[in-house]
């Protein structure tokens, strides 16, 4: 049941957007947000779409992964959208009690849907085709420059390591203990929110318990394995600046840069 | 190897709570190249012996001497670390990477080693443990034994002298304790490796070289497998089993040699005994 749950999903591939360095890919996320919100006119937009879908082709990521990533967000698009459509002012085409809506409002919402689906395959585009180790060491690398004002990166992204790995651990031992509580005729399905909450506690107290445990042992473990902070620690994979990572830079400044010249400049 | 000269530990308590020694006065040397195996009931202290060896715990008194270097001596701590590797029970609680072969790396990337030299380290530790076809799986989707080789192999990444296992297979099935048994045995006989096994199967503990019987504390018997196990009055009196073999043996009464601890010696000293 709760095994179910996919959380930063992986999938493993040897694409171009697979090989290129983690920290490329962080930046290039961040980068082509802030253009996607500066696209203006059907021709910036197209461009913004155009590379999406190319992304998402070259990839070789499966397009049915990636709606079913939209599924979830799909409430929160209509929603936006509608906002939009009904709050935007311009010519009116029809206006019924409080509302009123525009040719303007129409355009505004299309385009909130647009941003808001090409943001969320991006960034789905993104945990598909990193390692979460990848993405961790991607970010601290990124962060390093944090360690000058005293900001323990290293140890942040240790624990995202760790959290990480521990996510199926503690999701199939919740479901133990469920089950282990069940047999004793614990019920978790009927009654309100307040009576489920509260019949949640003798799973969560357990959990926490064994959490402890957990994490006590594995610092030991850890230890045994001459684990000693970051100072001094190399990588199996370190992080090189290749030749595809700077034809993946060139193609994004590109495009960015395109985006934001079409919209700003000749208002496309 | 490993020297342990008149060790006592006990862990501390809180204020008014008597305090009880879990190792009273332990005295042991263990050789290069030894498959010792540690041997006591629940309890016993045996394995708050496996962390004193490796510097987990500190003596109270007495000391513990890996290659020389004292475990007391924090600057020496990496050092013995890495002479002495160790494998606990539960190998969920020892695996940190996402992907096994990042896992197996953690040790090296500890120490600070090239690219390079990590990677044939990692490939070899998992060569060693049968494991190298799941070098890209994740760990959680492994089965206990095939987990526990891949944390074996992590200590293996290292390249230790001396492998201290504690309790590896307790939370095996037995197709896994067989995997982890054949994985261990493999090192001691085919690289050489010194190993420690701690144990309460008496069955893994009869293909050690040598077994310590450990109880409240103390080592209460030192000796060859065959030596150790033929004792079954002395045996029970710790609170332990002997092996199957020797049990049948002894049930059927005297004349039986009780020192062919293995199936097949038992099998043939059966028959002699009943022609």
């Not at chain 1, 647009?114 to 970010?139: F, N, W």
């Not at chain 2, 992907?99 to 030299?117: I, K, R, T, Y």
């Not at chain 2, 020797?246 to 059927?252: F, G, Q, R």
Request: net charge neutral; with cysteine; hydrophobic share 50%.
């Amino acid at each position: 049941m709760i095994k179910d749950i996919t959380l930063g999903q992986y999938f493993p591939g040897n694409s171009f957007i697979h090989r290129l360095d983690p920290r490329i890919k962080l930046i290039a996320l961040v980068v082509f947000i802030v253009s996607i919100f500066f696209a203006e006119g059907l021709v910036s937009y197209g461009l913004c779409i155009g590379f999406t879908v190319a992304m998402v082709a070259i990839s070789k990521i499966k397009p049915k992964l990636i709606l079913r990533s939209l599924r979830a967000i799909i409430i929160i698009v209509i929603f936006t959208a509608l906002l939009n459509m009904l709050y935007t002012p311009g010519k009116e085409i029809v206006s019924f009690w409080i509302f009123k809506i525009t040719w303007e409002g129409i355009y505004a919402g299309f385009a909130m849907a647009v941003r808001v689906i090409l943001l969320v395959t991006v960034s789905a585009l993104l945990t598909y085709t990193t390692s979460p180790m990848a993405l961790t060491d991607g970010l601290e690398k990124l962060l390093l420059p944090l360690k000058k004002i005293k900001i323990p990166v290293h140890e942040f992204a240790m624990m995202m390591t760790i959290a990480l790995r521990f996510i199926p651990t503690l999701i199939e031992e919740t479901d133990k203990i469920m089950s282990a509580q069940k047999a004793r005729g614990a019920d978790f399905e009927s009654g309100n929110i307040i009576k489920r909450a509260k019949a949640l506690i003798p799973v969560l107290v357990p959990l926490f318990v064994s959490s402890f445990r957990r994490a006590d042992e594995l610092a030991t473990a850890m230890e045994c394995r001459l684990y000693h902070g970051g100072s001094g620690r190399t990588r199996l994979k370190s992080l090189r600046y290749g030749k595809i990572d700077a034809i993946g830079t060139i193609i994004l400044v590109l495009v960015c840069a395109g985006i934001i010249v079409l919209a700003k400049v000749f208002g496309l | 190897m490993i020297k342990i000269d008149n060790l006592h530990f006990a862990y501390p308590v809180d204020d008014g709570e008597e305090q009880k020694e879990a190792i009273r006065g332990i005295s042991l040397e263990i050789k290069r190249g030894e498959f010792v195996a540690l041997l006591g009931h629940n309890g016993s202290g045996k394995s708050t012996l496996a962390k004193l060896l490796n510097g987990i715990l500190i003596p109270v008194s007495g000391a513990v001497y890996v290659d020389g270097m004292n475990t007391a001596d924090e600057d020496k701590l990496l050092e013995i670390r890495k002479k002495a590797g160790m494998v606990f029970q539960n190998p969920d609680n020892q695996i940190v990477a996402t992907v096994v072969e990042e896992d197996v790396a953690f040790a090296c990337e500890n120490m600070g080693l090239p690219s390079e030299e990590i990677r044939r380290r990692v490939d070899t530790a998992l060569e060693t443990v049968g494991m190298s076809e799941f070098k890209l799986h994740a760990p959680h989707l492994l089965s206990g034994g095939q987990k526990q080789r891949v944390a074996i192999a992590g200590v293996l990444a290292m390249e230790p002298e001396i492998i201290i296992l504690d309790e590896p297979t307790a939370m095996l099935d037995p197709k896994g304790r067989q995997e982890v048994m054949k994985a261990i045995t493999a090192l001691n006989r085919e690289k050489g490796m010194t190993i420690v096994l701690i144990t309460h199967h008496m069955d893994e503990a009869a293909q050690a070289s040598r077994v310590v019987i450990i109880d409240q504390g103390k080592a209460v018997l030192d000796d060859t497998p065959e030596k150790v196990f033929s004792q079954v009055e002395e045996m029970r009196s710790h609170s332990l089993d002997v092996p199957q073999t020797v049990e049948l043996m002894h049930l059927l009464g005297d004349g039986l040699d009780l020192t062919k601890i293995s199936v097949a010696q038992c099998a043939d000293e059966i028959e002699k005994y009943l022609s």
